[in-house]
């Protein structure tokens, strides 16, 4: 089993994070208090390409998915 680089935790897998944007249309009820529409709800990919980090220390370790996965396979 691989261990991480940064806080030499024993791992199994990493955790993949990626930018989601998202836009929820927001508006007023007669109260003036705010309701987010979340079934008009829109969600896309961020421009940046995902980091696979440690599930342990949280650390970024790999932006590329080839590498990530040469890491878990002991490569």
């Given at each position: ?56 220390c ?18």
């Amino acid at each position: 089993m691989p261990k991480c680089p940064e806080c030499k935790e024993e791992i199994d897998y990493l955790k993949n994070v990626q930018n989601i944007w998202i836009s929820t249309p927001l508006s007023l009820n007669k109260k003036g208090q705010a309701i987010y529409d979340h079934k008009q709800r829109d969600e896309w990919e961020g421009d940046e390409v995902g980091t696979w980090n440690c599930p342990e220390c949280d650390k970024e370790l790999f932006t590329d998915e080839d590498e990530a996965i040469k890491f878990l396979k002991g490569v």
